[in-house]
């Protein structure tokens, strides 16, 4: 395996299927460009003439639409940015706060990231879409799934307060499970 001599950018992207690894080598002097995701070569160009330009790919179980952004800053220096979805990684990221609720927990050694994705109600485990049941109850709504054989529930209760909305918490063998920031 030859060694990532010309790595410009590492970016770490939380989707909903887990948190993506995404590294990018640009060689200024050979034009190669090569896009990696989760250590696996996505795409290879060599001999590029034109060193500015934009690299598009996708990301994760739902292919998420990603580009790599280059541009020239001075002389021969170049800055290199990564979108998601269109957004600039930052744009998403604020946006994935406001659409998500993300929660860490470790069952029997085990750890497990579960995401609810609030748009669709959908919840992820560890990668996977999760098989759920939804229940309307006198407060709220409660999300059933189960993981590793332990119940799980995702309660969403409305907090009152009409900017804060809708507060979703994940309830595992009946303890309360604090959200992740990520």
Not at 30 to 39: I, P
Not at 46 to 69: H, Q, R, S, Y
Not at 102 to 109: D, M, P, R, Y
Not at 113 to 133: F, P, S
Request: charged share 30%.
């Amino acid at each position: 395996l030859e060694k990532m001599t010309d790595l410009v950018a590492v970016w770490e992207v939380a989707l909903s299927d887990g948190v993506h690894k995404i590294e990018f080598e640009h060689g200024t002097t050979s034009g190669k460009r090569v896009v990696y995701v989760d250590g696996k070569e996505e795409i290879r160009r060599e001999w590029m003439f034109k060193l500015v330009g934009k690299e598009t790919f996708t990301v994760g179980a739902v292919k998420t639409k990603a580009a790599i952004n280059i541009d020239a800053v001075s002389g021969f220096a170049y800055e290199y940015t990564l979108e998601i979805n269109g957004k600039s990684l930052k744009q998403y990221m604020e946006n994935r706060l406001k659409t998500t609720n993300t929660w860490i927990l470790s069952l029997g050694g085990t750890d497990y990231r579960i995401v609810l994705e609030k748009d669709t109600m959908d919840v992820w485990c560890n990668g996977q879409k999760m098989e759920t049941a939804g229940e309307f109850v006198e407060d709220g709504t409660e999300t059933h799934f189960t993981v590793a054989d332990h119940s799980c529930c995702i309660k969403a209760v409305s907090s009152g307060k009409r900017k804060e909305g809708i507060i979703h918490t994940l309830i595992v063998d009946n303890r309360e499970i604090p959200e992740a920031v990520e």
